[in-house]
């Protein structure tokens, strides 16, 4: 937003009182100071008087700080381009614990972007979509149709490298892999009080944008997601133990479909 006062844009977790940490760049000068309320977590944190752990991770840092609240433990997110590490800030540490840096040792993102994203199933049966080829789509650089399959590795070059993991599903499933070595590394759900674990999909929202709520690219995106959830659920099952956890799914805001397919359609946009 702008602020009138300082009379310059401001970014909603921005915050130069403190550094990055994990890499270089001003990336982790973050914070959630700008939030005025609390949070979920933090009032959980005081009800049991600063006991159990709170942490937030996403591959956007926004959607990690946030939901974690003001006293959470640590926020993680994704920087991409070509730094391909998961990150913080020190308005939470000073150094990235062992388990994060033996997790970006493992170079997930390199491998789920040197394959194809094709449809799950076959393309005939998404019927909640609209044809693959048209024009209300935004293509990828490099690809001369907005349509599938997507040669990854191939259009990686011409978009950012690591940050096309953000608009393709496995942005969510890298997202789901590190929430699995955060609840291992963290030994989250073993002592007597409640952690409370933030994971926010962003892929999803990069996705919509850039295709559109009734694309091909974003049913696919939900239905790999779904898949994504299963697997994180099966490990909580594993690691935490059936009823031991608590779990909701929630959405930060809804979409409406792309303005200038609702225009062809003679719908005011």
Same mark, same amino acid.
Not at 1 to 15: E, G, P
Not at 54 to 67: M, V
């Given at each position: ?15 130069s009182n403190y550094k990055t940490i994990g890499n270089t760049g001003n990336v982790g000068e973050k914070s959630p100071k700008r939030m005025l309320t609390t949070t979920l977590s933090d009032q959980l944190h005081l009800a049991q008087n600063m006991r159990g752990k ?14 974690a609240g003001h006293s959470a433990n640590a926020a993680y997110w994704y920087d991409s381009g070509d730094r391909n590490q998961w990150i913080t800030s020190s308005y939470y540490m000073e150094n990235l614990p062992n388990w994060v840096k033996k997790f970006n040792k ?94 926010? *999909? ?7 944008? =850039? ?12 239905? =790999? ?6 697997? *994180? ?37």
């Open positions: 937003w702008y602020d009138k006062a300082l009379k310059q844009s401001i970014y909603c977790v921005s915050d709170t942490i937030g991770i996403s591959i956007k840092d926004r959607a990690a700080i946030l939901p493992k170079n997930k993102a390199n491998s789920y972007l040197n394959d194809t994203w094709n449809t799950l199933y076959d393309i005939k049966t998404y019927t909640q979509s609209r044809a693959d080829d048209n024009i209300f789509e935004k293509n990828l650089n490099g690809q001369e149709k907005p349509i599938f399959p997507k040669d990854l590795k191939k259009l990686r070059k011409n978009n950012g490298n690591f940050d096309l993991i953000k608009t393709v599903p496995a942005g969510n499933t890298l997202t789901v892999d590190f929430a699995k070595a955060v609840i291992q590394g963290e030994k989250l759900g073993k002592t007597a009080f409640t952690d409370f674990l933030t994971v926010s *999909f962003s892929a999803t929202d990069y996705i919509g944008h =850039r295709y559109g709520v009734a694309a091909v690219e974003t049913e696919d995106t939900y239905l =790999r997601l779904d898949q994504d959830l299963a697997s *994180f659920f099966s490990f909580l099952d594993a690691e935490v133990g059936v009823g031991n956890y608590t779990l909701f799914l929630t959405a930060d805001h809804a979409a409406v479909q792309v303005p200038s397919y609702l225009q062809s359609l003679k719908i005011p946009a």
